[in-house]
């Protein structure tokens, strides 16, 4: 019987798509210190970002056939080691991309309205300086007519632009290989409905310097995308999200930029140093912050255990 260690977690539907393949399922948390001693035992491992699989470990487990990432970035995995000893690495890029965009332009929104501070102020203040408040949050800006900057037009920045397109805002979008997309902007459940915008990447100084949001969608990098460099050539006032990996976003430079007004305000899911991110980035009032939640709703989570277990019954087959 395949044995699968689900070591982060797993939607129950795709752990009971694996059980029906007469898979053994086991997704009893094991922590990353034990691993060394339990992992051996399986065929496979199932990972989200807390656990890592690196190459100290992959050696001591002869019988691993496979090693999945539910999400879509591998960071914790030392896959090139681990193709090169002939383990299946997988992940589930298509699962989560309508789930993580939302997230982006919900602090679009945020920022632009100061409901990250305002929410906070309202419960505090609300009830005796309302308006105090009222006058000091009533200089948000709309998304309409703005132009967001994509840096990065993988499934989720494709994703992002559509959702950019339908409410009105220009689309520049950079990527390492030059790349030109339809965006699809028909409606599920409406046929009729239904056109495509095609948009082709553009130089990342044309993102930089004309773009009122940034958006970041990258794998990880050895440098800040976004660095002391690249600051200097935004335009001012310009708000920037972080969706994609801590670090993407130079954080200390960050925090002088806002200080000096050059960036008005930006976003962060992810911090280096997870789970113990920079309190002054968490307390900032120019910063709305999210506990690295970008592919965290219920139909991604859905979708990233039907996608895994998709994947594992392509690789084994039913075990009868």
Same mark, same amino acid.
């Given at each position: ?189 409406a046929p009729e409905v ?10 990342? +100084? ?37 969706? +994609? ?42 910063i709305s ?32």
């Amino acid at each position: 019987m395949i044995k699968i260690l689900v070591n982060d977690g797993i939607h129950p539907d795709g752990k009971l798509l694996m059980e029906e393949a007469n898979y053994h399922v086991d997704d009893t948390k094991i922590p990353q210190e034990a691993l060394l001693q339990k992992l051996p035992e399986y065929d496979a491992i199932i990972v989200r970002s807390a656990t890592k699989v690196r190459k100290e470990l992959i050696d001591q487990c002869p019988n691993l056939k496979v090693i999945a990432r539910g999400g879509v970035g591998m960071d914790n995995i030392d896959v090139e080691y681990a193709r090169s000893k002939g383990i299946k690495v997988i992940n589930t890029p298509k699962a989560s991309s309508q789930a993580v965009a939302e997230l982006v332009v919900g602090h679009f929104f945020t920022l632009s309205r100061f409901l990250h501070r305002a929410n906070r102020d309202m419960a505090t203040k609300g009830a005796t300086e309302f308006k105090a408040l009222k006058k000091q949050y009533a200089g948000g800006v709309q998304l309409r007519g703005k132009t967001v900057g994509i840096i990065g037009f993988g499934r989720i920045g494709q994703e992002v632009a559509r959702l950019a397109l339908g409410l009105g805002m220009r689309v520049l979008a950079s990527d390492l290989y030059d790349n030109t997309v339809n965006i699809d902007l028909s409606t599920p459940g409406a046929p009729e409905v239904a056109f495509s915008v095609r948009l082709t990447t553009v130089p990342l +100084s044309r993102v930089l310097s004309e773009s009122d949001y940034i958006t970041i969608h990258v794998p990880s990098s050895d440098k800040p995308v976004i660095g002391a460099e690249e600051i200097q050539k935004l335009k001012d006032g310009v708000f920037l999200v972080n969706t +994609s990996r801590g670090g993407t976003i130079d954080e200390a430079v960050l925090l002088e930029a806002l200080e000096s007004g050059k960036v008005a305000g930006a976003a962060l899911d992810v911090f280096v140093n997870e789970p113990t991110p920079n309190v002054d980035l968490l307390n900032h009032p120019k910063i709305s912050v999210s506990p690295h939640i970008g592919a965290s709703t219920l139909e991604a989570q859905r979708n990233i255990g039907l996608e895994l277990a998709d994947a594992f019954i392509d690789f084994f087959g039913e075990d009868n």
